[in-house]
């Protein structure tokens, strides 16, 4: 009889009480206000993106008022502050591409190899130095990466490549080698932690058929993180688009419609930061360009953003 009841015990043992009621006894007053909180912070997000959106939407459609969408998205006459104005964004667009491009050129490779080692290669003790050493980058303000360009990268790269750079210091191809700089910690961070959550189990049985660490770290977890990899690059991406300091100070305020990384360009962001000084008087077409082109680039980094959500679901693994 004891034995049984040692039993049924063990058997009851967590099991809940169903004559006790699963409401607290007193009030946690500690739990609604984190509730609060957490509340408050989701309101103000909410609230900070639809008040971006609203002090965007009433310029901008003033603008359209003025200009047709023919005009600023077919043509590639871009001088909207000029005696004798045109607007089409086409020429800064294609500057803003240019700078992307060359950016991810460089930042892919270098932020996933990184990953890579981190990952796969690193020791602990190495990784618990080099992580947060290359984290630190990103907090690096980017008017320092803008004159880092300027001073060092255009002459050195001007003294290897004399004809590379049209009208030193501007060029694209430099400031989008100071953009992949800035944006390597983005890949680099979040693919490697992508990788490490791809479960031991996968590394152990690659192991176990006789592969390499190069052949586990490149055949079997970068396809099992490849969600959280692309998600990287997307925002990486994201992130090159909406520079500011760098692109104004290194790729120069021409508006070249080209994709020569020698070139000098103008980007949005660009046009932005030159135009948006207080120079230019309120309520003309030309103040209202500024929210117009804030606009369009609102539009691709949402556009990017939705993207990469698609494409994290598309190749999301599920692991039990």
Known sequence: MEARGSIEAARSFGRPDPSRPLVASSPRHGERLIHFALALCAVISVVTTTAIVISLLTPTIGFFGEVSLGEFFSTSDWAPLTADPSFGVLRPVMGTIS?????????????????????EYASPRVRRIV???????????????????????SP????????????????????????GLLIVPIIASI???????????????????????LKVSTRVVFPAAISGIVASIVLAGSRAVGETMVVL?????????TLDPGASVQTMTAFIGTTATGDVATGTIAYD????????????????NIFAIRLVRRFREVYE
């Open 99 to 119: 700078v992307t491009i060359w950016s991810l050129l460089f930042a892919i490779p270098v932020g996933l190899c990184s990953a890579i080692y981190l990952s």
């Open 131 to 153: 992580k947060p050493i290359l984290e630190i980058l990103a907090g690096v303000p980017t008017v320092a990466f803008g004159v880092f360009a300027v001073t060092f990268l």
């Open 156 to 179: 050195e790269i001007g003294d290897l490549f004399p004809d590379f750079i049209k009208t030193p210091p501007f060029a694209a191809g430099i400031a989008g080698l100071a953009v």
């Open 191 to 213: 693919s490697d932690d992508a990788m490490k959550a791809v479960p031991g189990g996968l590394r152990e049985g690659a192991y176990a058929l006789g592969a390499t660490r």
């Open 249 to 257: 100070l290194a790729a120069g305020k021409t508006p070249n419609l």
């Open 289 to 304: 360009t500024i929210f117009a082109v804030g606009a369009l680039l609102f539009v691709l980094t949402f556009l990017l």
